[in-house]
């Protein structure tokens, strides 16, 4: 992540979505709009160029969609982590987001200023985006018929173990760490090592991961 300003991509077919994010973010020092994209494949090309911490990515777009665009993205060199836009009535296309590997969710009408403090979080990996939505999108996507077997968690501690299964319930370390009697230092050495050991890019692939292997079920 950079040490100045966090460097943003715009990628939306409308301009006026772009133009009201940037507005907007003119009035924070802390975030800078490098580039703009009408499509996913100027998105992409855009994070080849300039390696933008985080892509504000739309999914449906003309050509290149953010779907495939967050998959190249991810898969590249640069460490830019995806925020999805997205509506209550595109689930299925939430979904193939997040086997594209977007780091978090935020809905178009939510207010601009929880996009910005969104975008704040994605960038730091810290937690899950607006996570009443987020949950249930990952306990959907990972309760469909089309999901792997349980498959169990290897060449973790059993500490470690205790921790991702707490991630898989949306905690955050501050919570982590008192639900375990330990320091939010030690909580978020345990994340890292988590993220390292699982080969996880972000937090929510680690939620992906506990639902996946059993560790946290769904609810009813």
């Known amino acids: ?26 009035d924070h020092p802390d975030l800078e709009v490098v580039g ?25 777009m003309p ?13 590249g060199p640069a460490a830019t982590r995806v925020l999805v836009l997205t509506t209550f009535d595109e689930d299925d296309h939430v979904y193939g987001a997040l086997r594209a590997g977007a780091s978090g969710f935020v809905v178009k009408d939510m207010a601009l200023n929880d996009i910005l403090a969104a975008i704040r979080v994605v960038a730091g990996g810290e937690a899950l985006i607006a996570p009443g939505i987020t949950r249930r999108l990952i306990a959907d996507f990972v309760g469909r018929p089309t999901r792997r077997s349980a498959r169990p968690v290897e060449g973790i501690t059993e500490r470690e173990r205790e921790v991702l299964t707490l991630i898989g319930r949306g905690l955050t370390n501050t919570e982590i760490a008192e639900d375990l009697f330990i320091t939010v230092a030690t909580a978020k050495s345990h994340v ?29």
Request: net charge negative; aromatic share 2%.
């Open 1 to 26: 992540m950079s040490t100045g300003p966090l460097r943003i991509v715009l990628a939306d077919d409308q301009p006026l979505v772009r133009s009201g994010l940037r507005l907007v973010m003119a």
């Open 36 to 60: 703009e994209a009408a499509n996913g494949a100027e998105a992409v090309e855009l994070v080849g160029e300039l390696a933008p911490d985080v892509v504000v990515m739309d999914i449906r």
């Open 63 to 75: 050509g290149m969609d953010g779907i495939e665009a967050t998959r190249l993205i991810t898969e």
């Open 192 to 220: 890292s090592r988590l993220l390292t050991k699982l080969g996880a890019r972000d937090r929510v692939q680690l939620v992906i991961t506990a639902y996946e292997t059993g560790l946290v079920t769904l609810p009813g």
